[in-house]
Nanobody, 122 residues
Framework: QVQLVESGGGLVQAGGSLRLSCAAS????????LGWFRQAPGKEREFVSA????????YYADSVKGRFTISRDNTKNTVYLQMNSLKPEDTAVYYC???????????????WGQGTRVTVSS
């Protein structure tokens, strides 16, 4: 079993930055991909970013490309999402997920965290 715990959310003004973390525990952390998804109020969950186990492959949604950076530290079993130049439309609950491949489809991930809320004020 794998447990994922997100942290780092909060309230920030537009143009500001936040760094989300997701700490994983359990045997299957290694050799797995990690992804970030988000769900805004009244909207469906959407893909944000994903990273392969070796960090050699990273993917971003067009809406965050150039502003967000995903990274991972396998020695700490943690994945990060550095979010810069935040916009009000980035307001959402952000979830990390673990799966076999760094894909954009949420159903491909096996484990999910509880989420951390990000609110960007205008």
């Amino acid at each position: 079993q794998v447990q994922l715990v997100e942290s780092g959310g909060g309230l920030v003004q537009a143009g500001g930055s936040l760094r989300l973390s997701c700490a994983a525990s359990g045997r299957t952390y290694s050799s797995n991909a990690l992804g970030w998804f988000r769900q805004a109020p009244g909207k469906e969950r959407e893909f944000v970013s994903a990273i392969s186990w070796s960090s050699s492959r990273t993917y971003y949604a067009d809406s965050v490309k150039g502003r967000f950076t995903i990274s991972r530290d396998n020695t700490k079993n943690t994945v990060y999402l550095q979010m810069n130049s935040l916009k009000p439309e980035d307001t959402a609950v952000y979830y990390c997920a673990l799966g076999a491949l760094p894909v954009r489809v949420g159903s491909a991930y096996d484990y999910w965290g509880q989420g951390t809320r990000v609110t960007v004020s205008s």
